[in-house]
Antibody
Framework: QVQLQESGPGLVKPSETMSLTCTVS????????????WSWIRQPPGKGLEWLGY???????TYNPSLKSRVSLSIDTSTNQFSLSLTSVTAADTALYYC??????????????WGQGIMVTVSS | QSVLTQPPSVSGAPGQRVTISCTGS?????????VHWYQQLPGAAPKLLIS???NRPSGVSDRFSGSRSGTSASLAITGLQAEDEADYYC????????????FGTGTKVTVL
């Protein structure tokens, strides 16, 4: 059974770049017949969920247009890890960050399973 | 700001049936994109409850069911139990605004 685990710093200074990594274990990182959409989703304290983007095993990416200029995803299939980079962070980026496995087709994508999440606070 | 609107809260007594609506538009649900539902228990990560409008993953109780019609979708919980008290989110793809996955605004279910 696939499990995902987020890792990275819990505190980032304003205007700096935040970097998080998700390690995938217990399952295949890629499939010959199904495209997996390795995803990042965040949740500010007390608020709802916001999709940030996903990356395929090929390295192709799709980002949330509202964050596109600041978000970057990368993948390392040799270590079963994918990563999130968010530049020029502000207090508004303070959130619980989740990584998740996405299952997609031409009708959309759903996310299952999710990691436990990592809290990132932006503060000086 | 989400393109999928849910009621902020719904409540019911144990054993009752409650429904949560997810209202979209012709750019998402109405365009034929699937709707998925997640349950987020207090202090936990979201968990997939319903995929592709009405499919229950293995291990999800059959007390949960989903449907889609026009530009909206619904999640129904029958035989409400105390353990169902959680936040629920719908999710779909939207092909306006540059195209993106969107989560609904979220609904808090309270068991009275």
């Amino acid at each position: 059974q696939v499990q995902l685990q987020e890792s990275g710093p819990g505190l980032v200074k304003p205007s700096e770049t935040m970097s998080l990594t998700c390690t995938v274990s217990g399952g295949s990182f890629r499939s010959s017949s199904i495209d997996y959409f390795w995803s990042w989703i965040r949740q500010p304290p007390g608020k709802g969920l916001e999709w940030l983007g996903y990356i395929y095993h090929t390295g192709a990416t799709t980002y949330n247009p509202s964050l596109k200029s600041r978000v970057s995803l990368s993948i390392d299939t040799s270590t079963n890890q994918f990563s999130l980079s968010l530049t020029s962070v502000t207090a508004a980026d303070t959130a619980l960050y989740y990584c998740a496995k996405g299952w997609g087709n031409n009708k959309g994508t759903y996310f299952d399973p999710w990691g436990q999440g990592i809290m990132v606070t932006v503060s000086s | 700001q989400s393109v999928l609107t849910q009621p902020p809260s719904v409540s019911g007594a144990p054993g009752q049936r409650v429904t949560i609506s997810c209202t979209g538009s012709w750019y998402n649900i109405g365009a034929g994109y699937d709707v998925h539902w997640y349950q987020q228990l207090p202090g936990a990560a979201p968990k997939l409850l319903i995929s592709a409008n009405s499919n229950r993953p293995s291990g999800v109780s059959d007390r949960f069911s989903g449907s889609r019609s026009g530009t909206s979708a619904s999640l129904a919980i029958t035989g409400l139990q105390a353990e169902d008290e959680a936040d629920y989110y719908c999710q779909s793809y939207d092909n306006s605004r540059g195209s993106s996955e969107f989560f609904g605004t979220g609904t808090k279910v309270t068991v009275l």
